[in-house]
């Protein structure tokens, strides 16, 4: 593992403590050779993916570590670029119905829920705005930088920070109900996974790799479990974040850690119901009493089985190429790559039926799916519809 492919979150204390002992240098310090992505192999393309629509929505992101992915709700589908550019486009046309300038920097896509859109900055604002026509409805500030898009449920808008706080807000007027907070490890990756509401339960994964459950209600710890456990002499070993998008599915959640495990567990107790060793920052897409597939840190992309986590099948030639958390798109897994292409794998062994570039920037952001069409935004800020085959 090579310290320049991590993207690290310090506290200042941490880095004057470094300093301090003169170990920074050595910290960062890594000039062995780290080998380039593997190139793409041809194969016999089994169908050819049709764009229904292609617009473009901003400028995009300006650095590696910003995930700005598209949001559907309603007939519409939400961007933002990291400038606070958002705007609103009908699914089915790519028509643009709205534009809304919030000038401010933006590190992560938008979120929603009950006829609001909600952006947060990386200065810790969180605008909600009108669905239907963009209109500023009210604005928070928060303790720290937005690294995930927000939440809506039971008229409360859950946000995530990166200082390891969970808060509440008022649907209607942006008022604070309730904080939850965390420590957050003095070293972790830069990047926090979303938050997720089902029914009057928050579930959000933490950089010291537990994953918990708390009422919607008053934010009170209903469960914690650990998806992975710190072990190792290093820092870097110790490192055990989950950054990928938890997924709920009929009353199970399954998570992935970096360099720690996928896991299913009830949502109601946080027992345990399966897991297996597995690494991940990108994420997870759930077939459930199916199959899991998943995008681990190498770039590998992964079938298990839904119940042992046993492996069905892995793709290895897409290694180091930096692929997007996986969607199932019918018959087949979706992920994105650092150059802009599209790779679609067969579901049922892992083998490339069809690959399509939709830009020369990269598709850093997981693909969206619903009623027959594929959505996926690029870094450049290029949003693509395809019809899935």
């Given at each position: 593992m090579k310290?320049?492919q991590?993207?690290?979150?310090?506290?200042?204390?941490?880095?004057?403590?470094?300093?301090?002992?003169?170990?920074?240098?050595?910290f960062?310090?890594?000039?062995?050779?780290?080998?380039?992505?593997?190139?793409?192999?041809?194969?016999?393309?089994e169908f050819?993916?049709?764009?229904?629509?292609s617009t473009?929505?901003?400028?995009?992101?300006?650095?590696?570590?910003?995930?700005?992915?598209?949001?559907?709700?309603?007939?519409?589908?939400?961007?933002?670029?990291h400038?606070?550019?958002?705007?609103?486009?009908?699914?089915?046309s790519?028509?643009?119905?709205w534009?809304?300038?919030?000038?401010?920097p933006?590190?992560?896509?938008?979120?929603?829920?009950?006829?609001?859109?909600?952006?947060?900055?990386?200065?810790?604002?969180?605008?909600?705005?009108?669905?239907?026509?963009?209109?500023?409805l009210?604005?928070?500030?928060?303790?720290s930088?937005?690294?995930a898009p927000?939440?809506?449920?039971?008229?409360?808008?859950?946000?995530?920070?990166a200082?390891g706080?969970?808060?509440?807000?008022?649907?209607?007027?942006?008022?604070?109900?309730?904080?939850?907070?965390?420590?957050v490890?003095?070293?972790?990756?830069?990047?926090?996974?979303?938050?997720?509401?089902?029914?009057q339960?928050?579930?959000?994964?933490?950089?010291?790799?537990?994953?918990?459950?708390?009422?919607?209600n008053?934010?009170?710890?209903?469960?914690?479990?650990?998806?992975?456990?710190?072990s190792?002499?290093?820092?870097?070993?110790?490192?055990?974040?989950?950054?990928?998008?938890?997924?709920?599915?009929?009353?199970?959640?399954?998570?992935?850690?970096?360099?720690?495990?996928?896991?299913a567990?009830?949502i109601?107790?946080?027992?345990s119901?399966?897991?297996?060793?597995?690494?991940?920052?990108?994420?997870?897409?759930?077939?459930?009493?199916?199959?899991?597939?998943v995008?681990?840190?190498?770039?590998?992309?992964?079938?298990?089985?839904d119940?042992?986590?046993?492996?069905?099948?892995?793709?290895?030639?897409?290694?180091?190429?930096?692929?997007?958390?996986?969607?199932?798109?019918?018959?087949?897994?979706?992920?994105?790559?650092?150059?802009?292409?599209?790779?679609?794998?067969?579901?049922?062994?892992?083998?490339?039926?069809?690959?399509?570039r939709?830009?020369?920037?990269?598709?850093?952001?997981?693909?969206v799916v619903?009623?027959?069409?594929?959505?996926?935004?690029?870094?450049?800020?290029?949003?693509?519809?395809?019809?899935?085959?």
């Amino acid at each position: 593992m090579k310290v320049n492919q991590l993207k690290f979150l310090f506290a200042g204390v941490a880095l004057l403590a470094l300093a301090g002992c003169g170990t920074v240098k050595e910290f960062f310090a890594d000039d062995s050779y780290e080998a380039p992505p593997t190139e793409l192999t041809e194969f016999e393309a089994e169908f050819e993916p049709k764009t229904l629509w292609s617009t473009g929505t901003g400028d995009g992101a300006n650095t590696e570590y910003a995930n700005l992915a598209p949001w559907l709700q309603g007939d519409f589908i939400f961007t933002v670029d990291h400038e606070g550019d958002v705007r609103s486009h009908n699914a089915e046309s790519g028509r643009r119905e709205w534009r809304t300038q919030l000038d401010f920097p933006v590190a992560t896509g938008v979120g929603g829920g009950e006829g609001l859109i909600v952006v947060g900055s990386q200065s810790g604002e969180v605008v909600a705005l009108d669905e239907t026509s963009g209109e500023e409805l009210w604005r928070q500030r928060l303790s720290s930088e937005v690294l995930a898009p927000a939440k809506v449920g039971s008229d409360k808008v859950i946000v995530r920070t990166a200082d390891g706080r969970l808060t509440a807000l008022s649907a209607t007027d942006g008022n604070i109900m309730w904080n939850y907070q965390r420590a957050v490890p003095l070293l972790s990756l830069r990047g926090v996974s979303s938050p997720m509401i089902d029914g009057q339960t928050v579930l959000a994964g933490y950089d010291n790799g537990k994953l918990v459950a708390l009422s919607l209600n008053d934010g009170k710890v209903i469960w914690e479990k650990s998806v992975a456990v710190p072990s190792g002499r290093t820092e870097l070993e110790r490192l055990v974040d989950i950054d990928a998008d938890p997924v709920i599915h009929d009353g199970v959640i399954y998570a992935v850690a970096f360099q720690g495990n996928l896991a299913a567990l009830d949502i109601d107790t946080g027992q345990s119901l399966w897991d297996r060793e597995m690494s991940s920052t990108s994420g997870i897409a759930v077939a459930a009493n199916d199959a899991i597939y998943v995008s681990d840190d190498e770039s590998y992309l992964w079938a298990v089985a839904d119940g042992t986590g046993d492996s069905l099948w892995r793709q290895t030639l897409l290694l180091r190429r930096n692929i997007s958390a996986p969607v199932i798109a019918g018959d087949y897994v979706v992920v994105g790559d650092f150059e802009g292409y599209l790779h679609w794998v067969a579901r049922s062994d892992g083998r490339f039926v069809a690959r399509q570039r939709l830009d020369k920037t990269g598709i850093r952001s997981q693909p969206v799916v619903r009623d027959g069409v594929l959505y996926a935004m690029t870094t450049g800020g290029k949003l693509s519809a395809i019809r899935i085959p």
